[in-house]
């Protein structure tokens, strides 16, 4: 019984995490307008999108192409190419089954 209760939780977890973030954000950019400043903004908050997904989706077949491509886009947001930086991490998070977030 212990156990049947423990996989209710990782399942209401999980369905949590998938569902926030499918979520789109207020006022919603298509990502094709951003300026440095917003992309720097949109790397941010993909990272937090990307790092919340792992604990659900590490491991899973397409977990090592995502996480490849998340890798080259934080290294670009972090190299000062935010624009081909947040590209790169909205595809990761697609990669995932995952609406990525926007501004």
């Excluded at 499918?22 to 300026?35: M, R, T």
């Excluded at 720097?40 to 995502?66: D, H, M, T, V």
């Excluded at 934080?74 to 790169?88: E, I, R, T």
Aim: charged content about 20%.
């Amino acid at each position: 019984m212990r156990n049947i209760a423990h996989y209710n939780v990782m399942a209401l977890s999980l369905a949590g995490a998938l569902a926030l973030g499918a979520l789109p954000a207020q006022a919603a950019s298509n990502g094709n307008d951003l300026d440095q400043d917003k992309a720097s903004e949109l790397c941010i908050r993909l990272s937090e999108q990307f790092n919340n997904l792992k604990p659900f989706k590490e491991g899973l077949p397409y977990w090592q192409n995502a996480s490849a491509e998340f890798a080259t886009g934080k290294s670009d947001c972090a190299a000062g190419k935010p624009l081909s930086g947040a590209k790169s991490m909205r595809q990761a998070i697609s990669d995932l089954y995952v609406k990525p977030d926007t501004l």
